[in-house]
């Protein structure tokens, strides 16, 4: 990519860079990943009104042109008021499924109020990017762009087709995650990099394991309600909508569901307990391995925001709506909670549980929006994925272990499982887990290793679609 590109690109959107923070950044594709994804992070991909998620795609393929790229292997699909985005690296045999890289342009809402910098102006400070999008995830998917464009500088060319694949709602609706998935269900595997990634130890910050993730927990949004005559206020009655569902929201709140283990999440917490600098955590990573129903390691385990969705359902109430006017009793109060369920379970038995914990007869619960979301099952374990990932992320980080994952949320991965297409989650990114800002405030990345995060995309992609 030349720098009149990224030059060009920056002068479309406001960017706040410390120009001392580019001394780190001694080479140029390390560069390039920092000055596109500040570019793509300043365009607010957030769905409704203003949404520039189309502007995002827009960005990555006047890229991909500048570096040589034919215009008829580009496309950028519009659907509603977002878009999705799919390039195409053609492999000398078409008669075998694509490699396609997997990740996402849009991104969850941010109040600037709330922020310490403006979530859409972008700044690199003490070695980090910060801003909406820096871990999920226009990094990463920026990343894995810029890799396949060095591929292509060197001469590399791929036996397989590489399909780099963006949906542009996978924070709401994902109507382009599935269409995506749809249009590409003839592909080899999936790589999506908004999932998975390496962890870096808490203390030293050096690499200290790489997980590949291979299942993920089922989403699920739920609308719970209370409805009642209403009335004045001044003549208060026992039963109160808003009182009552208070009181539900508040057990459902406090429940926590029976933890749980899988071979995937054991396989997890035997491994990476090792790495694990806290002696404490490590040790119920250990016992909760052995015996999920130990109380003392389920305890530790439930008070880290980074284990606790890995060991079982999680449901959380996450808005509410209640009232119509401040002289009234209120006729209708609405919440809703967001439930991330642990393979084996259907929704009907969560709903049934949040009945039983809610507590509240005059509470109705219903799923909304199921047809954003689908059940699938994990991937298949495949051995060339998983010396390729080995070999790749040895190649860049040195001999770190390898460890397989189960996610806490979910991803575009779910539409290409459940029409039988292997994704697994593969990000070459390395963060410490107390960083995880992802949705929260002052979203933020690392960028002390983007030029072995490339090496190790390069490397995985030429072993995958070499054969």
């Known amino acids: 990519m030349k720098k009149t590109l990224i030059a060009a690109a920056l002068a479309l959107v406001p960017l706040a860079m410390p120009v001392q923070a580019r001394s780190d950044l001694e080479d140029t594709a390390a560069q390039q990943v920092v000055e596109l994804s500040s570019a793509a992070i300043a365009l607010r991909s957030v769905r409704g009104e203003g949404n520039q998620t189309r502007e995002v795609a827009e960005l990555f393929r006047d890229t991909l042109l500048a570096d040589g790229w034919s215009a008829n292997d580009i496309e950028i699909v519009p659907l509603d008021d977002t878009a ?20 996402h342009l849009d991104v969850v809402e941010a109040d600037p109020a709330d922020w310490e910098r403006d979530p859409f102006t972008p700044v690199v400070e003490d070695g980090y990017l910060f801003g909406r999008g820096a871990s999920d995830t226009k990094f990463d998917a920026v990343q894995a762009m810029i890799a396949v464009m060095k591929l292509r500088q060197q001469g590399f060319r791929p036996k397989r087709s590489i399909v780099i694949a963006y949906s542009g709602d996978e924070e709401t609706t994902m109507a382009t995650s599935r269409a995506i998935a749809d249009r590409l269900k003839h592909a080899k595997l999936v790589l999506n990099v908004d999932g998975a990634s390496g962890t870096l130890d ?176 994990a991937s298949p374990y495949d051995k060339s994925f998983v010396e390729a990932a080995t070999k790749a992320v040895h190649s860049a980080f040195g001999n770190v272990p390898i460890i397989a994952s189960q996610a806490s949320g979910a991803s575009d991965s779910m539409w290409y499982r459940a029409l039988g297409v292997p994704s697994y989650g593969a990000s070459g990114t390395f963060t410490k887990d107390s960083e995880d800002y992802s949705h929260g405030l002052n979203e933020r990345v690392p960028i002390g290793n983007i030029d072995r995060s490339l090496k190790y995309y390069e490397v995985l992609l030429t072993e995958l679609a070499s054969k």
């Open 84 to 103: 999705y985005f799919v390039a195409t690296w053609q492999g000398s045999d078409p008669s075998l499924g694509p490699i396609v890289i997997s990740a």
């Open 202 to 377: 808490e203390t030293s910050g050096k690499p200290a394991y790489w997980s590949w993730q291979g299942a993920e927990k089922t989403y699920g949004d739920f609308k719970l309600e209370v409805t009642n005559p209403g009335g004045h206020s001044s003549a208060p009655r026992d039963e109160n909508a808003i009182a009552q569902l208070s009181a539900a929201l508040a057990r459902i709140g406090a429940y926590r569901f029976l933890p749980e283990l899988n071979d995937i999440t054991r396989d997890y917490f035997e491994k990476a307990a090792d790495f694990e600098s806290d002696p404490l955590l490590a040790a119920a990573m250990r016992a909760f391995a052995k015996d999920p129903t130990d109380k003392a390691a389920i305890a530790v385990l439930r008070s880290n925001p980074a284990m606790i969705g890995k060991i079982g359902t999680t449901c959380v109430p996450t808005m509410v709506e209640a009232g119509h006017a401040l002289n009234a009793l209120p006729q209708r109060a609405t919440g809703y909670v967001n439930c991330r369920i642990f393979p084996g379970h259907s929704k009907q038995e969560i709903i049934a549980e949040l009945a039983k914990v809610a507590n509240e007869p005059a509470m109705t619960i219903e799923e909304i929006n199921p047809e954003y979301v689908t059940t699938a099952p």
